[in-house]
């Protein structure tokens, strides 16, 4: 009997539904061999939400989701929406609600630069001569983001007055403490538990947290804390000397990003976010979306890096649908492609680049 994959495409803005587009063909044919058939929904999100139902997260859309075993997941927001209100801006109303609505509070984005390849990134390559493979393991629904109180005020004088609260639980902290011990045992064994406890509170909640858990519960993974600042001066100084990267969820945000551009560009860079719910198939309801946004910089050109998108469908396959094999066949035709000089601009650097399409044609071609 063949399987039926059932997910939510949620394409979004500017350079979204181009890598989305093509992720779709990679994930088609990655897939009809094995007999498996795709059957998702396409609904509007972010600023196209707004464009065509008055709201970045249109109840149609939820619902879409809430039928889906997975959400497969463009990025919103840019400059045409900028003028909103922020609270009903793309990345506010639509992102985030949707990472809370379904708990996905543990966001996975892998740092992986094949040693061939470390052309592509801006570190030298005799600090990174094995290439680096790292992972990120961020805290998704709770912190700065979400904390309440968050308002801004006028005061008497006229001056405004804005506030964020950045609240952690030991709950929440447990729950994402055991995803970064699960995801260490299936790699190096070593976690960096990422704070800033000289400062904050809940950064000292945060590590005796995590001591306590990881004490209790995985005494056999090393454990290791750094503070935030120097993290990110350790990952441009030697990225391998972690392997786990496990923290709270703006400093994932921000520590994310500088992964992402020391394995080579923004537009490589995946990501699962995962909660408790499990779907239909008894696996992990996930959401799957590059880690970089629109980059309406180039959207419409055709030449944005689609890899980030098609190998975010891959982690879908992986986590949601306990498909690895085929998961690993698509990241296998990104590496071979990549390591053949077809590459888009971002990652080109002295080749000639190609566009979106031909970047994908040629994934498909390898698999
Ligand atoms: P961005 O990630 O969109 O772009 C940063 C830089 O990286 C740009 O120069 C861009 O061209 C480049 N880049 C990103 N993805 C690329 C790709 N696939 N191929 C080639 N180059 C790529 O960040 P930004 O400019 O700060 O934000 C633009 C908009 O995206 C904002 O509205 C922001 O809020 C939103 N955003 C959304 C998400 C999301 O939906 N998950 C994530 C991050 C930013
Ligand atoms: C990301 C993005 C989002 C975040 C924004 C768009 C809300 O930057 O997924 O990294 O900050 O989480
Ligand atoms: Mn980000």
């Known amino acids: ?37 795709l059957e ?18 249109p109840e149609s859309t939820l619902k879409v989701c809430e039928e889906a075993d997975a959400i497969l997941f463009g990025s919103v927001g840019g400059p045409k929406w900028e003028k909103l209100p922020p609270k009903e801006q793309p990345e506010r109303a639509a992102l985030l609600p949707l990472r809370k609505a379904f708990s996905l509070f543990a966001n996975i984005r892998p740092g992986l630069l094949l040693k061939e390849l470390t052309d592509a990134s801006p570190l030298k390559t005799e600090r990174i001569p094995e290439g680096i493979d790292i992972v990120c393991i961020r805290e998704l629904t709770g912190g700065i983001y979400f904390g309440q109180p968050k308002t801004t005020e006028t005061l008497p004088d006229g001056s405004k007055r804005a506030l964020d609260t950045m609240v952690y639980t030991t709950e929440e902290i447990e729950r994402i403490a055991e995803v970064a011990a699960i995801t260490a045992k299936g790699r ?27 004490k209790k519960h995985h005494p056999e993974i090393e454990l290791s804390h750094m503070y935030v600042d120097n993290a990110a001066m350790q ?133």
């Open 40 to 57: 998702y929904e396409v609904a509007a999100v972010g600023g196209a939400g707004i464009d065509a139902h008055g709201k970045a997260l």
């Open 1 to 37: 009997m063949s399987k039926t994959l059932k997910f939510a495409v949620l394409p979004g803005d500017y350079i979204g539904p181009e890598v989305m587009d093509v992720a779709l063909d990679v994930l088609k044919a990655a897939t009809e061999p094995a007999g498996i058939k």
């Open 235 to 367: 990952l441009a100084r030697d990225p391998n000397q972690f392997d786990v990267l496990f923290t709270e969820n703006m400093f994932g945000d921000i520590l994310s990003d500088e992964m992402a551009v020391i394995c080579g560009s923004l537009g490589m860079m995946s990501s699962a976010s995962l909660g408790t719910k499990q779907n239909s198939h008894g696996l992990p309801y996930g959401l799957y979306e590059p880690a970089g946004g629109t980059a309406p910089d180039i959207a419409g050109k055709g030449i944005a890096n689609p890899c980030a998108q098609i190998l975010s469908a891959a982690m879908m396959l992986e986590y949601s649908f306990g498909e690895a094999e085929i998961a690993n066949k698509i990241r296998d035709a990104v590496k071979q492609a990549v390591q053949d000089g077809i590459r888009t601009g971002d990652i080109a650097f002295g080749m000639s680049p190609v566009g979106t399409k031909a970047m994908a044609q040629a994934i498909v071609e390898r698999l």
């Open 188 to 214: 190096g064994n070593k976690v960096c538990s990422v704070d800033k406890a000289n400062v904050l509170e809940t950064s000292v909640l945060w590590r005796q947290t995590v001591i306590e858990y990881f």
